[in-house]
Protein backbone atom coordinates (compact mmCIF):
# COMPACT_ATOMS: atom_id res chain seq x y z
CA UNK A 1 0.00 0.00 0.00
CA UNK A 2 1.36 3.29 -1.12
CA UNK A 3 1.02 5.71 1.51
CA UNK A 4 2.67 9.84 1.63
CA UNK A 5 3.61 11.86 4.97
CA UNK A 6 4.62 15.30 4.57
CA UNK A 7 6.54 16.85 7.33
CA UNK A 8 8.01 20.54 8.26
CA UNK A 9 7.18 23.75 10.01
CA UNK A 10 4.21 24.95 10.22
CA UNK A 11 4.79 27.88 10.56
CA UNK A 12 7.32 30.75 8.66
CA UNK A 13 7.83 34.27 8.84
CA UNK A 14 7.26 36.39 5.84
CA UNK A 15 9.80 36.61 3.38
CA UNK A 16 10.99 33.64 4.13
CA UNK A 17 11.65 30.67 2.69
CA UNK A 18 8.80 27.35 3.17
CA UNK A 19 9.81 23.84 3.14
CA UNK A 20 8.79 20.87 3.13
CA UNK A 21 9.40 16.92 2.73
CA UNK A 22 6.82 14.36 1.77
CA UNK A 23 8.36 10.76 2.36
CA UNK A 24 7.03 7.66 0.35
CA UNK A 25 6.21 4.35 1.24
CA UNK A 26 4.80 1.27 -0.51
CA UNK A 27 6.96 1.77 -3.75
CA UNK A 28 10.20 2.71 -4.68
CA UNK A 29 10.23 6.56 -6.32
CA UNK A 30 13.09 5.57 -8.36
CA UNK A 31 11.72 2.63 -10.03
CA UNK A 32 9.72 5.43 -12.35
CA UNK A 33 6.35 4.92 -13.84
CA UNK A 34 5.10 7.82 -11.49
CA UNK A 35 5.48 11.55 -11.46
CA UNK A 36 4.83 12.95 -7.76
CA UNK A 37 3.17 16.49 -6.97
CA UNK A 38 2.54 18.89 -4.56
CA UNK A 39 -0.64 20.59 -3.96
CA UNK A 40 -2.30 23.05 -1.60
CA UNK A 41 -5.69 23.82 -0.66
CA UNK A 42 -7.27 27.05 1.35
CA UNK A 43 -10.16 26.37 3.59
CA UNK A 44 -13.59 26.38 1.47
CA UNK A 45 -11.52 26.28 -2.01
CA UNK A 46 -10.58 23.57 -4.25
CA UNK A 47 -6.66 22.23 -4.39
CA UNK A 48 -4.08 24.25 -6.76
CA UNK A 49 -1.71 22.41 -7.89
CA UNK A 50 2.20 23.43 -7.58
CA UNK A 51 4.40 21.35 -9.45
CA UNK A 52 5.75 17.87 -10.10
CA UNK A 53 8.79 16.24 -10.36
CA UNK A 54 10.13 12.47 -11.82
CA UNK A 55 12.45 10.15 -10.36
CA UNK A 56 14.84 11.44 -12.45
CA UNK A 57 14.54 15.25 -11.56
CA UNK A 58 12.63 16.05 -14.33
CA UNK A 59 10.81 19.10 -13.08
CA UNK A 60 7.02 20.73 -14.00
CA UNK A 61 6.02 23.81 -12.03
CA UNK A 62 2.76 26.18 -12.42
CA UNK A 63 3.53 28.97 -14.53
CA UNK A 64 1.47 31.61 -11.74
CA UNK A 65 4.35 30.14 -9.14
CA UNK A 66 7.41 28.49 -10.54
CA UNK A 67 9.40 32.12 -10.11
CA UNK A 68 8.99 31.06 -6.35
CA UNK A 69 9.14 26.85 -6.41
CA UNK A 70 11.77 24.18 -6.34
CA UNK A 71 10.71 20.87 -5.93
CA UNK A 72 13.62 18.17 -5.40
CA UNK A 73 13.46 14.53 -4.75
CA UNK A 74 16.45 12.12 -2.86
CA UNK A 75 16.03 8.43 -4.05
CA UNK A 76 17.97 7.13 -1.37
CA UNK A 77 15.92 8.58 0.88
CA UNK A 78 12.67 7.84 -0.90
CA UNK A 79 11.13 11.29 -0.20
CA UNK A 80 10.70 14.13 -2.42
CA UNK A 81 10.70 18.07 -1.33
CA UNK A 82 8.72 21.07 -2.07
CA UNK A 83 10.89 24.81 -1.18
CA UNK A 84 9.25 28.00 -1.82
CA UNK A 85 10.73 31.21 -1.70
CA UNK A 86 9.65 34.94 -0.44
CA UNK A 87 6.42 33.60 1.32
CA UNK A 88 3.59 35.92 2.12
CA UNK A 89 0.27 35.27 3.86
CA UNK A 90 -1.27 34.18 0.20
CA UNK A 91 1.05 31.24 0.76
CA UNK A 92 -0.95 30.32 4.05
CA UNK A 93 -2.59 26.87 2.94
CA UNK A 94 -2.87 23.24 3.77
CA UNK A 95 -0.10 21.55 1.86
CA UNK A 96 -0.20 17.77 0.18
CA UNK A 97 1.68 15.94 -1.48
CA UNK A 98 0.24 13.19 -3.61
CA UNK A 99 1.15 10.53 -6.75
CA UNK A 100 0.46 11.63 -10.05
CA UNK A 101 -1.45 8.36 -11.93
CA UNK A 102 -2.34 8.49 -15.39
CA UNK A 103 -0.76 8.03 -19.07
CA UNK A 104 -0.88 11.02 -22.03
CA UNK A 105 -3.30 14.00 -21.05
CA UNK A 106 -4.86 11.81 -18.66
CA UNK A 107 -3.22 12.39 -14.85
CA UNK A 108 -5.34 12.09 -11.50
CA UNK A 109 -3.62 12.26 -8.26
CA UNK A 110 -4.03 9.01 -5.88
CA UNK A 111 -2.90 8.44 -3.49
CA UNK A 112 -2.34 11.94 -1.12
CA UNK A 113 -0.93 12.75 1.82
CA UNK A 114 -2.52 13.75 5.25
CA UNK A 115 -2.05 17.48 4.17
CA UNK A 116 0.17 19.90 6.49
CA UNK A 117 -0.83 23.14 7.42
CA UNK A 118 1.43 26.02 7.09
CA UNK A 119 0.82 29.42 7.96
CA UNK A 120 2.84 32.54 7.43
CA UNK A 121 3.08 34.60 10.15
CA UNK A 122 5.64 37.06 11.74
CA UNK B 1 -5.89 28.05 -17.60
CA UNK B 2 -8.73 26.42 -18.08
CA UNK B 3 -11.34 27.18 -15.44
CA UNK B 4 -13.91 24.26 -13.96
CA UNK B 5 -17.23 25.40 -12.25
CA UNK B 6 -19.02 23.09 -10.07
CA UNK B 7 -22.81 23.52 -9.28
CA UNK B 8 -24.35 23.85 -6.67
CA UNK B 9 -21.57 25.09 -4.42
CA UNK B 10 -23.71 23.27 -1.69
CA UNK B 11 -26.71 21.42 -1.64
CA UNK B 12 -28.64 19.64 1.33
CA UNK B 13 -30.00 16.27 1.00
CA UNK B 14 -31.34 13.18 3.24
CA UNK B 15 -29.97 9.64 3.43
CA UNK B 16 -31.70 7.41 0.06
CA UNK B 17 -31.64 11.11 -2.15
CA UNK B 18 -29.94 10.60 -5.32
CA UNK B 19 -27.53 13.39 -5.64
CA UNK B 20 -26.21 14.91 -8.98
CA UNK B 21 -23.26 17.30 -9.16
CA UNK B 22 -21.96 18.84 -12.14
CA UNK B 23 -18.80 20.10 -13.38
CA UNK B 24 -18.42 22.71 -15.94
CA UNK B 25 -14.96 23.50 -17.97
CA UNK B 26 -14.13 26.46 -19.47
CA UNK B 27 -12.88 25.00 -22.71
CA UNK B 28 -13.22 21.06 -23.74
CA UNK B 29 -11.40 18.96 -21.46
CA UNK B 30 -12.46 15.44 -23.57
CA UNK B 31 -12.99 12.80 -20.74
CA UNK B 32 -9.73 13.82 -19.03
CA UNK B 33 -11.88 14.86 -15.39
CA UNK B 34 -11.65 13.14 -12.53
CA UNK B 35 -13.89 13.04 -8.83
CA UNK B 36 -12.61 13.35 -5.77
CA UNK B 37 -14.51 13.32 -2.23
CA UNK B 38 -13.43 15.22 0.73
CA UNK B 39 -14.06 15.11 4.54
CA UNK B 40 -13.16 17.49 6.98
CA UNK B 41 -9.72 17.96 8.33
CA UNK B 42 -8.79 14.73 5.30
CA UNK B 43 -7.58 14.83 2.26
CA UNK B 44 -9.07 14.21 -1.18
CA UNK B 45 -9.76 11.15 -2.17
CA UNK B 46 -9.95 9.78 -5.60
CA UNK B 47 -13.22 8.15 -6.80
CA UNK B 48 -13.55 8.63 -10.76
CA UNK B 49 -11.13 9.05 -13.14
CA UNK B 50 -11.46 9.11 -16.97
CA UNK B 51 -14.91 10.56 -16.21
CA UNK B 52 -16.67 7.27 -15.60
CA UNK B 53 -14.26 5.24 -14.16
CA UNK B 54 -14.26 3.44 -10.40
CA UNK B 55 -11.41 3.72 -8.36
CA UNK B 56 -10.80 0.41 -6.74
CA UNK B 57 -13.11 0.37 -3.43
CA UNK B 58 -15.22 3.07 -4.05
CA UNK B 59 -18.84 1.81 -4.34
CA UNK B 60 -20.92 1.21 -7.13
CA UNK B 61 -23.82 3.74 -6.27
CA UNK B 62 -21.23 6.36 -7.91
CA UNK B 63 -21.24 7.03 -10.98
CA UNK B 64 -19.40 9.59 -13.36
CA UNK B 65 -20.51 10.75 -17.22
CA UNK B 66 -20.02 13.99 -19.79
CA UNK B 67 -17.48 14.64 -22.17
CA UNK B 68 -16.32 17.97 -23.89
CA UNK B 69 -17.09 20.60 -21.04
CA UNK B 70 -19.73 19.11 -19.13
CA UNK B 71 -19.67 16.30 -16.35
CA UNK B 72 -21.37 15.02 -13.72
CA UNK B 73 -21.06 12.90 -10.45
CA UNK B 74 -24.33 11.27 -9.70
CA UNK B 75 -24.35 9.48 -6.06
CA UNK B 76 -27.63 6.87 -6.93
CA UNK B 77 -28.91 6.38 -2.91
CA UNK B 78 -27.05 8.63 -0.44
CA UNK B 79 -25.48 6.93 2.45
CA UNK B 80 -24.64 8.33 5.73
CA UNK B 81 -20.63 8.36 4.73
CA UNK B 82 -21.07 10.36 1.68
CA UNK B 83 -21.40 13.61 3.09
CA UNK B 84 -18.83 15.33 2.02
CA UNK B 85 -17.21 17.80 -0.64
CA UNK B 86 -16.67 16.92 -3.97
CA UNK B 87 -14.40 18.19 -5.88
CA UNK B 88 -13.61 17.46 -10.22
CA UNK B 89 -10.20 17.80 -11.55
CA UNK B 90 -9.02 18.25 -15.18
CA UNK B 91 -5.75 17.06 -17.01
CA UNK B 92 -6.40 18.35 -20.67
CA UNK B 93 -4.10 21.84 -20.27
CA UNK B 94 -2.20 21.73 -16.25
CA UNK B 95 -4.48 20.34 -13.75
CA UNK B 96 -6.75 22.44 -11.84
CA UNK B 97 -9.77 21.63 -9.38
CA UNK B 98 -13.42 22.83 -9.11
CA UNK B 99 -14.52 25.03 -6.44
CA UNK B 100 -16.56 21.96 -4.51
CA UNK B 101 -19.74 20.88 -3.96
CA UNK B 102 -20.52 20.19 -0.21
CA UNK B 103 -22.91 18.22 0.15
CA UNK B 104 -24.50 18.05 3.47
Known amino acids: QVQLQESGPGLVKPSETLSLNCTVS??????????WSWLRQYPGKGPEWIGY???????YYSPSLQSRVTISVDTSRNDFSLRVTSVTAADTAVYYC??????????????WGQGILVTVSS | DIQLTQSPSSLSVSVGDRVTITCRAS??????LNWYQQKPGKAPRLLMY???NLQSGVPSRFSGSGSGTDFTLTISSLQPEDFATYFC????????FGGGTKVE
Open chain 2, 89 to 96: QQSQSGFT
Open chain 2, 50 to 52: ATS
Open chain 2, 27 to 32: QTVYTY
Open chain 1, 98 to 111: ARDQGSGYLTWFDP
Open chain 1, 53 to 59: IYYTGTT
Open chain 1, 26 to 35: GVSISSGGYY
